[in-house]
């Protein structure tokens, strides 16, 4: 393994994402116009639908799946790395139903916010890089 330097924080961001709103969208859209390139992302709410993904492992694809409903944003938890150039965001959410049923997965553009708040903390340093690896199939930082 390749010697690790440790990252030192930057500026550090609290926003509300607005109703209505594709929360990936908002996160990715946000890290770009604010050269955020390494960072961690955390976040609570509430969605009105959200789009995950699971990975599946044998297959070496992402399995999409809507949740049509309501749902309170438990924990939105991820980071922000360099992929094709631009911020990208690898983001997971856990959501809850109002009987207390909880969803998780990959967030992924489609997601609709109802409200979100969201706290991203900048790491300066190297930033990290995401490419394909060969193995696994999976964009990763390399």
């Known amino acids: 393994m390749a ?9 550090t961001y609290i926003f509300r994402i607005q109703k209505g709103k594709d929360l990936m969208e908002a996160l990715t859209d946000f890290c770009h116009d604010n050269q955020i390139k390494c960072g961690i992302i955390n976040g609570i709410g509430a969605l009105e639908n959200a789009t995950l993904s699971s990975y599946d492992q044998a297959k070496k694809k992402y399995d999409k799946r809507v949740v049509a409903k309501p749902m309170e944003m438990v924990s939105l938890m991820g980071n922000v790395s360099i992929m094709d150039n631009r911020a990208n965001v690898r983001a997971d959410v856990v959501l809850a139903d109002d009987e207390g049923n909880m969803d998780g997965g990959q967030l992924t553009a489609g997601t609709k ?11 300066v340093g190297e930033p990290k890089v995401r490419k394909q690896d060969k193995v696994t199939k999976l964009n990763i930082w390399i």
């Open 113 to 123: 916010v109802f409200v979100a708040e969201v706290y991203i903390q900048e790491l």
């Open 3 to 11: 010697e690790q330097k440790p990252y030192l924080t930057g500026r």
